[in-house]
């Protein structure tokens, strides 16, 4: 697949896309900003180490452990054999989940809000031999000129977002995805969640957004009950806790028999 098949919007940090029209609130488009930033720069030689083989502390050693097993639980949740698939990575980072999925024979569009991330997974899928089946763009994520797919993979991109907000990203995600949506949601605990409000409390010195941790029950009733996403039911759920990681997986599956599914469709 070459490079110039699908629109580039670009990245838009100052709060617009631009090569697209998903009805985004202002509230999102802030939100968006930020994360974008923060990415891009204050994180973004610390998530390259995190997602290499250089080593790390042992607090990070942990987290790229509970990543490891995460990726898996995600791949874990989509076929094994994705030829014939086109795939979202939704939020992709630098691409180590981009290029699992082409090494499973699928065309990867993998979207990230940093430029510098998106770099990094260009390299990485070059090294793996696979840039022609994942296309790189800088942008946003819910943008729709990235067109249908047949499944979208969301690791930890949506962490950083409320429930309103994980709502209003995928149904975006959904009105273009025939196959299921995987993802990951920061859970919610007994420890973790009083601890992350508190500190919504204090001012920031990272400038780093913060975690949201959002409780199974809630996100489950908040799809089940949004008119957006008719058509669709929550599925399977593992949650994964390594050292300082904590993380969990859902899939959101077509109940929609009007639309093809991914298999019926290849
Ligand atoms: C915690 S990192 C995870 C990256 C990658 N999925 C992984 O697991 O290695 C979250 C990523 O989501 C990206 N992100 C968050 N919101 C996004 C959006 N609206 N569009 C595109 N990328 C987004 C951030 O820029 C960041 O690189």
Redesign the pocket.
Known sequence: MSKQTTPTPGPSFEGTLTGGSHAASDKYLER?AW??EY?DQTAADGWRQL?SDEKVSKVRATVREG?DRMRHTLLSFLPTDLRGWRVLD?????G??AVDLALRGAEVVA????PT?VGYGRDRAAAAGVSDRVVFHDG???DPAYGAVDAVVA???L??YDLPHIIEALTSLAARTRGPIVYTVAPWTPILGPLLTIGRLFPQRDRSPRIVPTAERRLRGAIAAAPSLAGWTSGRTQRIERGFYRSQAYELIRTDASVPTAGARA
């Open positions: 968006r994360i974008g990415f997602t990543r939704a939020g992709c980072g630098t180590m989940l979207v990230d809000l940093s991330l946003d994520m819910l690791m930890d991109s962490i950083h």
